[in-house]
């Protein structure tokens, strides 16, 4: 599903925003293997001035099976763009246009519709491009690195802006059917940049969350519990082709576009239906969470490790590290962790 929807997601997407956000340019290359050299070096340098107005950095980024960042090189010049596109024959890449010096990276996890917000914890000094590619286990000195413990601050300032980026996750998620996926985004001088989306049945683990990993058992468990009781019809006809009559109407404003992606997703995730049926059947559950927190967390932590990639050394230093981050933000504000959403 994800080989499939890389550049699909970005198609779709790029026609369904807010005219106050920004969809950073982006261009599908065909395989370098069916062109010679000097059809590679016409292709890259037209798509360079016509499309980027021979502006550098750029992000070379694969679309089949990429996820979790990899395979997005940061490129500097023409010839680093030749020689990273033309050594890996039999792939697709786009070029996206790169978002520098932005204020958040937010990644975030959507079960049904809801959604938590999450901002990407980086390293003072920052290369992303390098970053995301070197694609190694990490160390103990980073492997802490991931998302901020703190919640997300939303406030008169920002909500807006968080509003915009709830309604893309969930247009992104209804119109290919998708109820537990990521989406990751950048900010920048208040515009959303979206950089990264088809993500379905995306990276879940306890040691990546951390800290929100309990709102993310807390989502399922309301999300699941409603499709099975309410025998949700989950639409196998995706009804994708009203869609993109509506998204391909040059007659239709960007605002009329963006408002009717809306109200698409909040059909498609009946949210006032499964406001009432978390009301009337999980009303307990923060607490039944949080009992289950103080039982049993640290043999949550303990298993997760076990069943993990992590090598055995690092496993007491990792679950003194969760531990500690569990007790000092999640366990003093539990109730907010576990029912925040945009």
């Known amino acids: 599903m994800r080989q499939h929807n890389k550049h699909s997601t970005s198609d779709v997407l790029a026609r369904a925003m807010h005219p106050n956000d920004h969809f950073p340019t982006t261009v599908l290359l065909p395989e370098s293997n069916c062109l010679s050299p ?13 499309q980027f107005n021979n502006q550098y950095p750029v992000l070379l980024k694969r679309v089949l099976d990429s996820g979790g960042g990899a395979d997005v090189i940061k490129i500097n010049n023409f010839e680093e763009l030749y020689v990273n596109y033309t050594r890996s024959s039999c792939q697709l890449f786009h070029i996206q246009e790169a978002i520098e010096d932005c204020e958040e990276h937010l ?6 519709p809801q959604i938590l917000p999450m901002k990407q914890m980086l390293p ?28 997300v601050k939303i406030d008169l300032q920002n909500q807006d802006l968080y509003q915009r980026l709830g309604n893309y996750v969930k247009f992104n998620n209804s119109f290919h059917c998708w109820t537990y996926a990521s989406f990751e985004a950048l900010v920048k001088n208040d515009k959303i940049h979206p950089i990264d989306f088809a993500n379905p049945h995306c990276d879940s683990r306890l040691y990546t969350l951390k800290v929100h990993f ?12 409603f499709c099975a009781v309410t025998g949700k019809n989950m639409g196998v006809d995706l009804a994708q082709q009203k869609i993109l009559e509506v998204l391909n109407d040059t007659h239709i404003s960007a605002l009329e576009k963006y408002e009717y992606a809306k109200q698409f ?10 406001t009432e049926f978390c009301a009337e059947n999980w009303g307990d559950l923060d607490e039944l969470m949080i009992e289950f927190y103080d039982r ?16 055995q050394q690092t496993h007491e230093y990792h679950q003194q590290k969760y531990q500690e981050l569990m007790d000092k933000y999640f366990r003093p504000n539990a109730k907010e962790y576990l029912n925040f959403t945009v």
């Open 107 to 112: 990644r975030c996890m959507a079960i049904g």
């Open 214 to 225: 309990p709102w993310l058992i807390c989502a399922l468990l309301r999300w699941s519990s």
């Open 265 to 274: 997703s909040e059909a498609f995730f009946e949210k006032e239906l499964f």
């Open 296 to 311: 049993h967390w640290s043999e949550a932590i303990a298993y997760a490790l076990k069943i993990s990639y992590s090598p």
């Open 124 to 151: 003072k000094k920052f290369d992303r491009g390098k970053f995301l590619t070197e694609n190694k286990f990490p160390t103990l000195e980073n492997y802490i690195q991931g998302y901020e413990s703190e919640l």
């Open 38 to 50: 000097e059809e590679t070096s016409n292709i890259l340098l037209e798509v360079i001035e016509k």
